[in-house]
């Protein structure tokens, strides 16, 4: 079961790539006390130094769209506090070697957060502070109401988490710190991950020249993530442009080359010697945001990502056995 749950997991943790967002809030995946942090973006995380990818994210601009054009900035006011809530939900589907799994369906994970600008310099840099207000599951599910308060005692120790992020006026990351209790289990740093890297899915980065209606860009970033190695290429365009706001369109496509990932042991950070081979991996995924430029947070971000794997389990003595998992996630960010 631990592995099953465990492949899920990993699924659902790497389907962020962890780049940037445009909306400069929850961030990107939260590294380890003992290692450089990774950076925030749009849902705090904890981080203290640029995330963990092999190449840089890059943003390619493939057409400016129609006149009239404008320059895509955030202007935040200072001192003025940004509420959201991020709800989370997935699906998983799994069969070995070609037989279907019954996987219970875990609740849908719902996080209330809230966030402040302090200070907007003269090239445009904002520093912003940011708290988890509640973190919590949500929805009926099958599994045992042990396990259930189990669960729920691993979000509340979110409750109270902090941060500080540095991020230009075009919502790119350039510093960002998370305070995280020491005495934080494994399984809620964990959690810390999966929120994270999902709030960063719904922002979006703003090109550096004027934009009108129709205006695509392109994020191309090679990110790792819990051992996996993915390429991710996000796309986005713009469908909706008025003075004070903007809609985007996101397309999201992810592929992983064959390898080997470790799966942590049990109540630890540390890999286990146990291990599948990443034999494929595919995903896509769709969603919209719309934002204002005087506000960090999105006032709606959707986002649905489906992706298919194929691993295998050595299994020892026995021959390896294939297996296959789908997984389907949706994610919605609302901020009044």
């Known amino acids: 079961m631990k592995t099953v749950v465990w492949i899920g997991t990993i699924l659902m943790l790497s389907v962020g790539g962890g780049w940037v967002g445009v909306i400069a809030q929850p961030t990107k995946p939260a590294a380890q006390p003992t290692e450089p942090a990774a950076q925030s973006t749009s849902a705090p995380t904890a981080a203290k130094t640029p995330p963990a990818a092999t190449v840089r994210p890059v943003l390619e601009l ?3 769209g129609t006149e009239p054009r404008q320059i895509l900035r955030l202007k935040p006011t200072v001192n003025v506090k940004q509420t ?3 709800t989370m939900g997935m699906d998983i589907g799994l069969s070995v070697a070609g037989k279907s799994i019954p996987v219970e369906k875990l609740p849908a994970t ?3 957060f809230e966030l402040s600008p302090d200070r907007i310099a003269a090239n445009g840099n904002i520093d912003y502070h940011f708290q988890y207000t509640s973190v919590d599951w949500v929805g009926t599910s099958p599994l045992p109401t042990e396990l259930l308060s189990k669960l729920r005692a691993q979000t509340e ?5 902090v941060g500080k992020v540095t991020v230009d006026n ?8 998370f305070e995280v209790p020491p005495t934080i289990s494994s399984s809620a740093r964990q959690m810390l991950k999966q929120i994270s890297h999902s709030a960063d899915q719904l922002s979006a980065p703003l090109p550096e020249p004027a934009v009108g209606l129709g205006a695509k860009w392109r994020i191309t970033s090679q990110p790792k993530f819990n051992g996996i190695s993915l390429k991710q290429v996000a796309t986005y365009e713009l469908v909706k442009l008025q003075p004070d706001q903007a809609t985007l369109r996101i397309g999201i496509e992810q592929q992983a080359p064959p390898q080997t990932i470790q799966i942590p042991a049990e109540g630890t950070d540390s890999p286990a010697n146990d291990t599948l081979a990443l034999k494929s991996f595919t995903g896509q995924g769709q969603g919209t945001i719309t934002f204002r430029f005087d506000r960090l947070l ?3 971000s959707t986002l649905q990502i489906r992706s298919n794997a194929t691993m295998q389990s050595p299994n020892p003595p026995k021959a390896p056995i294939d297996l296959d998992t789908t997984n389907q996630m949706t994610m919605t960010l609302q901020s009044p």
Not at 157 to 161: D, E, F, Q, R
């Open 62 to 64: 493939i057409t400016p």
């Open 84 to 86: 959201a809530t991020l």
């Open 110 to 112: 719902k996080v209330a």
């Open 157 to 161: 120790a979110l409750k109270g988490i």
């Open 170 to 177: 075009r919502g790119q990351i350039k510093a960002g710190r």
């Open 298 to 300: 999105p006032t709606a």
